[in-house]
């Protein structure tokens, strides 16, 4: 098998590490504010404009009480009946239309936020490096773009419609109740301040169970990617009842947080609806009063408390959108900390383009050690002549996919050089150097698309007489044809759709498209059948003529006749030669050589077997 990465990479560097941090609540939405909302300031003016509207015709609605009461139904003038009655039509088309306005406007600018999220998020990913990856599991990524996503949505449009519309609200009613009477305006304001406190610390509550729901969301999310990917292999085992359970405990892990939430974002309902009794009980106490005694009119005094019940639900919604608030800062804390992540692999400043004459590699002094510190390099020294086919063998965990990972520059050495023609990779553009490799692994990665898209992969606008000449060179053009749709038949996720022998075929087609000068393989046949190895095997001596060729191979018999090959041990190169001067030798490669030539002659046709059992 290929080798996987021993660890994750040192150091808990930007573009490697867990993507977790710690932001301020002001410069959380400074931020959000600056990135993702000023593009929308427009519009977001003109849902502001629509609120005014809004909270103008609710507190002009309170103030038609008092000429209802007091000139109407006591005073009997009928000269404002009509005049009434147009005037309360009037007021609740504006409302209407104003209310549909800005709650249009805030749903289309709340997705084009998440949207400028998620294209942020995705952008930022594609430019991390690989050991990011490998540190990050894929479920907690995805989580970013779902879950963490449509909280930020829901933050930017129901917070800001909130502080908007029931802000002006409530501002526009208190102002007319001030206008009324100030003194039962205070009296009945008095209460509200106790709430400040406990609102206060249940939004610090609801920001920390915010977060632990979207990380519990995150895990839930990695468990049915894998699980899912998986399929094969718990049915194989009999885990469904296994994957069940662990996938139940997960979700009742969800629901007790989602629980909690719900239980700190009610607590502001009662909270509210005792001062508001409250506020209500001295209006009509000391309110009341005034009219008993003549002070007032009913007219002045049931306007006044028509204005006084229509801020208490706007004030309510404030109170509860701070429970919002939060959980928009805690999604947003998770999707800055990715987007705050730099690559550790980036083009120096005065990076210049690789200017591939010949394509000779050379390591000189390499040494290169993961996360755990433990080395997977310990001072490599290699040649692979331009031109020429370089082949790596050794027990796995030896360091040779380490080694061939280091030349497209997945990872950066930590000490010595690799240059290609002489030119130190760390002084090339990034661009420029992947431009000029063709990397064919074992793991083969398709993308649930057509056949000729992903052929086309390598190399983006290719013609269609191109991606069928790479076809053909592969050894895949007859079995493409005869798939019910040709080259545009769907290959499904990763491939699922084709046989091991296919898809390497197609990963060998991509390579031929791109014809790039140096060519990596990655034990591009150890998982393969003999026919499909025979198949893949020709095409693979089509793609490396002609090129700097370095192979990474558990059976032997693959690499026979590889111009030098050389002996990986625990991160060092121990033995270098042809297959022949190897074997005369009589050192580890002729010792693997010989199990893997004994199995074979034990167990004719087992070829893979042999190699599973001669080097793991």
């Known amino acids: 098998m290929s080798e996987a990465p021993q660890s994750a990479p040192s150091s808990p560097a930007p573009g490697t590490g867990h993507p977790e941090a710690s932001y301020g609540t002001y410069?959380?939405?400074?931020?959000?504010?600056?990135?993702?909302?000023?593009?929308?300031?427009?519009?977001?003016?003109?849902a502001l404009f629509a609120m005014l509207l809004v909270a103008g015709t609710t507190a002009a609605n309170a103030w038609l009480m008092q000429p209802v009461l007091d000139n109407i139904f006591i005073g009997h003038d009928g000269s404002l009946l009509w005049a009434v009655a147009l005037g309360?039509?009037?007021l609740a088309i504006i409302k209407g239309f104003a209310t549909y306005f800005q709650g249009v406007l805030m749903t289309v600018v709340g997705q084009h936020v998440i949207a400028d999220v998620q294209k942020s998020l995705f952008a930022r990913l594609m430019r991390a490096d690989l050991a990011f990856f490998h540190a990050n599991p894929t479920g907690s990524l995805i989580s970013r773009f779902t879950n963490d996503a449509n909280l930020l949505r829901g933050a930017a449009a129901n917070v800001l419609a909130g502080f908007g519309k029931d802000a002006l609200t409530v501002?526009?009613?208190?102002?007319?109740?001030?206008?009324q009477d100030w003194v039962l305006a205070i009296a009945s304001f008095i209460v509200f301040p106790l709430a400040f406190r406990p609102l206060i610390s249940m939004g610090r509550r609801m920001r920390r169970v915010s977060t632990n729901t979207q990380a519990e969301l995150g895990q839930f999310t990695t468990l049915l990617d894998q699980t899912f990917q998986g399929a094969r292999h718990v049915k194989a085992y009999g885990m469904e009842d296994y994957e069940s359970e662990r996938a139940g405990v997960l979700i009742e892990r969800v629901v007790k947080l989602v629980n909690r939430a719900t239980r700190i974002r009610s607590a502001a309902s009662p909270l509210m609806e005792t001062l508001g009794g409250l506020a209500v009980a001295i209006v009509i106490l000391y309110g009341g009063h005034q009219v008993i005694e003549g002070v007032r009119t009913p007219g002045t005094f049931f306007s006044f408390i028509t204005a006084l019940l229509l801020a208490y639900q706007p004030?309510?919604?404030l109170a509860g959108l701070n429970a919002n608030l939060q959980e928009g800062l805690a999604a947003a804390q998770r999707v800055f900390s990715v987007l705050d992540i730099e690559p550790t692999i980036q083009n120096a400043p005065d990076a210049k383009p690789l200017d591939i004459r010949g394509g000779e590699i050379r390591f000189t002094g390499?040494?290169?050690?993961?996360h755990d510190g433990a080395p997977a390099l310990a001072g490599i020294d290699l040649l692979v002549p331009a031109g020429k086919t370089v082949a790596l063998v050794g027990a796995s965990g030896a360091g040779k996919s380490t080694i061939l990972n280091l030349i497209p520059r997945f990872y950066d050495v930590s000490a010595g050089q690799i240059a290609i023609d002489r030119q130190d990779l760390r002084g090339i553009t990034l661009e420029s150097l992947r431009a000029g490799i063709a990397l064919v692994s074992q793991e083969v990665s398709l993308f649930d698309d057509s056949v000729r898209a992903n052929i086309a992969y390598g190399r983006f606008g290719a013609t269609e007489e191109e991606i069928v000449a790479a076809a053909k060179s592969a050894a895949a053009d007859d079995f493409i044809r005869a798939l019910p749709n040709g080259y545009d038949t769907l290959v499904g996720e990763h491939g699922v759709k084709l046989s091991g022998g296919q898809r390497q075929r197609l990963s060998i087609a991509r390579a031929m498209l791109k014809n790039a000068p140096i060519l990596l393989l990655d034990e591009a046949t150890s998982a393969l059948d003999t026919e499909s190895e025979r198949l893949v095997q020709g095409a693979l001596r089509q793609l490396m003529r002609g090129r700097t060729t370095l192979v990474i191979a558990h059976r032997l018999s693959t690499i026979v006749d590889a111009d030098i090959i050389c002996v990986v041990d625990r991160g060092r190169i121990v033995e270098m030669g042809s297959h022949s001067e190897l074997l005369a030798r009589g050192g580890i490669y002729a010792r693997l050589y010989g199990l893997q030539f004994a199995q074979d002659e034990v167990r004719p046709g087992a070829t893979a077997l042999a190699a599973v059992g001669g080097l793991v």
Do not use: C, D, E, N
């Open 171 to 179: 501002i526009f009613l208190v102002a007319l109740m001030f206008r």
């Open 366 to 370: 390499v040494r290169f050690a993961y």
């Open 315 to 317: 004030m309510k919604s």
């Open 88 to 90: 309360v039509v009037a």
């Open 27 to 46: 410069a959380l939405l400074r931020r959000l504010t600056g990135v993702f909302l000023r593009p929308y300031f427009g519009q977001i003016a003109l």
